[in-house]
C-alpha cells in the first residue's frame, strides 16, 4: 500500500470533522437519492473522461462504493478517499493517504484530476484549488462536479430544515464563483455541463417517474440543474521574448520625436569639413 502523510486535519464548514463527514458522504451517496444522483453524473463524467488522455489520473473522494473512472483513458488511475485514507480495496497500487488541502503528490506530475463535491466540503477551497493547479502538467485537466446553489436541492434544504444532514450541510457554489477562482489560477473552463431537474425526492418511484424532467430540464432551464459538472484546462505559462538592444540609441530632438538618419549624416559631413579646414 502506497502511504504518504497528510499536511493535519481540518474541520469542515458545518458538516464536522473530515473523516466522519467523508464516511457520512459515502453513505449518502448509497442511499436511494445518492444513487439516482451517482448515474446521472456518471454518464456525464464518462462522456468527459473518454477524451482526456495522459500518463497519472488523480480522483479525490469517492461518491459510494468504487470509483467513476470506468471510461478514463489515463494509463495509471489513483483513488484517494479522504475518509480511510485509502483508495480501492482490490487494488493495492491504487491506495493513497491524504486530504484534498493537502494532496500528496509532486508538482507537476498529474495529468487530470477529478474533484466530487470536494470543494463544497472544505473549509478553504482556494487551496483544494491550488493543490490542484501546483500538480497538475501545464495542459492537465481538472474535472469538479458540484451541487448548484440556484436549484431545487438549495430550496429543498431552506424548506425542510436540512441544513445539518449531508449533503444539505455543504457549502454549495456556484458556477460564476467557480469559474472565477479558476481563471484567477491560470485556468481556461472548456466545458460545463448542468443536469438533475428533478426535486430531491426520496421515494425511489418518484424519482423514476420524474426522469422525463431531464430531457426538458437540459433545453429550458439549464441553470436550475442540481448538480453541474465542470471540466477546465491548465494554462501554459508564456514567455514574451525580449529583442536585444545591438543598435545604437537614436538622438531625439525636442518633443520626443527621433532624429533624421539624414541629417545626422550633414552634420558629420560638415564637422569633418569643418576639421580639415581648421587644419589647412
Not at 97 to 124: K, R
Not at 222 to 227: A, D, H, T
Amino acid at each position: 500500500m502506497v502511504q504518504f502523510f497528510n499536511r493535519g486535519e481540518r474541520s469542515f464548514h458545518r458538516c464536522g470533522a473530515a473523516p466522519a463527514l467523508w464516511r457520512a458522504l459515502t453513505a449518502w451517496f448509497d442511499s436511494p437519492l445518492g444513487q439516482e444522483l451517482r448515474a446521472t453524473e456518471g454518464k456525464h463524467l464518462d462522456a468527459v473522461l473518454s477524451n482526456l488522455f495522459g500518463y497519472h489520473l488523480l480522483q479525490v473522494g469517492r461518491l459510494g462504493q468504487g470509483d467513476m473512472l470506468g471510461t478514463s483513458r489515463v494509463s495509471h488511475a489513483v483513488v484517494m478517499d479522504p475518509a480511510t485514507g485509502c483508495g480501492t480495496p482490490e487494488d493495492d497500487e491504487r491506495r493513497l493517504l491524504g486530504l484534498p488541502h493537502g494532496l500528496p503528490i509532486a508538482s507537476a506530475s498529474l495529468d487530470v484530476v477529478v474533484l466530487p463535491h470536494v470543494l463544497e466540503f472544505s473549509d478553504t477551497p482556494h487551496d483544494v484549488l491550488r493543490e490542484v493547479e501546483r500538480t497538475l502538467i501545464p495542459e492537465g485537466h481538472i474535472v469538479l462536479l458540484g451541487f448548484n446553489p440556484w436549484s431545487m436541492w438549495y430550496l429543498a434544504r431552506l424548506l425542510f430544515g436540512w441544513r445539518g444532514r449531508v449533503p444539505w450541510c455543504g457549502r454549495f457554489l456556484s458556477l460564476t464563483r467557480v469559474k472565477d477562482w479558476l481563471r484567477l489560477l491560470g485556468f481556461d473552463i472548456v466545458e460545463v455541463r448542468s443536469f438533475f431537474f428533478r426535486p430531491p425526492l426520496r421515494h425511489p418511484g418518484a424519482m423514476r417517474r420524474l426522469r422525463f424532467l431531464e430531457r426538458f430540464g437540459a433545453r429550458l432551464w439549464p441553470v436550475f440543474g442540481g448538480g453541474y459538472l465542470l471540466l477546465a484546462r491548465k494554462r501554459v505559462a508564456t514567455l514574451t521574448p525580449l529583442r536585444p538592444r545591438w543598435q545604437p540609441r537614436r538622438r531625439r530632438l525636442v518633443g520626443g520625436l527621433a532624429e533624421p538618419s539624414q541629417t545626422r549624416n550633414m552634420r558629420r559631413i560638415r564637422r569633418g569639413s569643418a576639421v580639415e579646414h581648421g587644419g589647412g
